[in-house]
């Protein structure tokens, strides 16, 4: 079975708090063929710095 790409478009503004766990579960999750899009409109805490090294550990 061909499935399609899962795009998911994650806003983060400030979330530090939040942004790990929600990152995780989607990876967590059991759709084989997902992509994660997070949007950081400019946070100024450590939402950027947390993604970035989620993404450095996800690279495809």
Do not use: W
Request: hydrophobic residues 35%.
């Amino acid at each position: 079975m061909n499935r399609p790409r899962v795009s998911v478009i994650v806003p983060a503004y400030n979330t530090e708090k939040y942004i790990e766990t929600a990152i995780d579960d989607l990876r967590n999750q059991t759709y084989p063929i997902l992509e994660i899009i997070v949007v950081d409109d400019g946070s100024t805490d450590h939402t950027l710095d947390i993604c970035e090294a989620k993404a450095k550990v996800d690279r495809h």
